[in-house]
């Protein structure tokens, strides 16, 4: 158990509709990231938050956006769904300058 | 720009027999260099890491892995597999940037193993 808790582990959907996915990071990991993983396009880094604030963008869509709450945990939401978002939507949290521990993912089947 | 390549898609190795699985990185400085496992349907494991200091680490599971500056290597290896180390091994490479550790995956490497 890596520490790292993200819900709902399957998601099934319809085209053009919005889905958020929760992340609860490590007890005191201020740093969250977002990837997905998918056939095509393999593991991507989507986005990083620090301590409430967005630190880098990698590849995400403009549907798509995150937060993460003075709590620290973080949602991603993706809206106007299309087939090709349907993958693992991995969460994954770390200290400063230390290595990521990555939750069980969030399997999103757009159909 | 960091990258990573994996160049084995899949490898099959006999249980008990050793294994080593590639990995070549390009950043422009000391890398931090990382493997992850991930078995069918489950999240990512952290085998191991390299910051700095020795060049061999010893990660989880019997695992080890070599960072080799001039060849711009990190390979994986373990003496002996077992059956359950079947799955999908991914390397990566994340930056030293203060609060900004994102992590750059390489491709993969399925690993079969028979009996």
């Known amino acids: 158990d890596s520490g790292v808790t993200q819900t709902p582990k399957h998601l099934i959907t319809a085209t053009g509709q919005r889905v958020t996915l929760r992340c609860s990071p490590r007890?005191?990991?201020?740093?969250v990231y977002w990837y997905q993983q998918s056939l095509d396009q393999g593991l991507q880094f989507l986005i990083q938050y620090y301590n409430g604030e967005e630190r880098a963008k990698g590849n995400i869509l403009e549907r798509f956006s995150a937060q993460q709450f003075p709590d620290l945990h973080s949602e991603l939401n993706l809206s106007s769904l299309e087939l090709g978002d349907s993958a693992l939507y991995f969460c994954?949290?770390?200290?400063?300058?230390?290595?990521?521990?990555f939750g069980q993912g969030t399997r999103l089947t757009v159909v | 720009a960091q990258s990573v390549t994996q160049p084995d898609i899949h490898i099959t190795v006999s249980e008990g027999a050793s294994l080593e699985l590639r990995c070549n990185y390009s950043y422009g400085a000391t890398p931090y260099l990382f493997w992850y496992v991930q078995s069918p349907g489950q999240g990512l494991q952290l085998l191991l890491k390299?910051?700095?200091?020795?060049?061999l680490v010893q990660g989880i599971k019997g695992f080890e892995a070599e960072f080799k500056r001039s060849q711009s290597s990190f390979n994986l290896r373990k003496p002996s597999v077992h059956w359950s180390d079947a799955a999908e091994y991914f390397c990566a490479v994340g930056q030293h940037n203060f609060g900004n550790e994102k992590l750059t995956f390489g491709t993969g490497t399925r690993l079969t193993i028979i009996p």
């Open positions: 390299y910051f700095s200091g020795d060049t």
């Open positions: 994954a949290s770390s200290e400063l300058r230390s290595e990521a521990f």
């Open positions: 007890s005191g990991d201020l740093s």
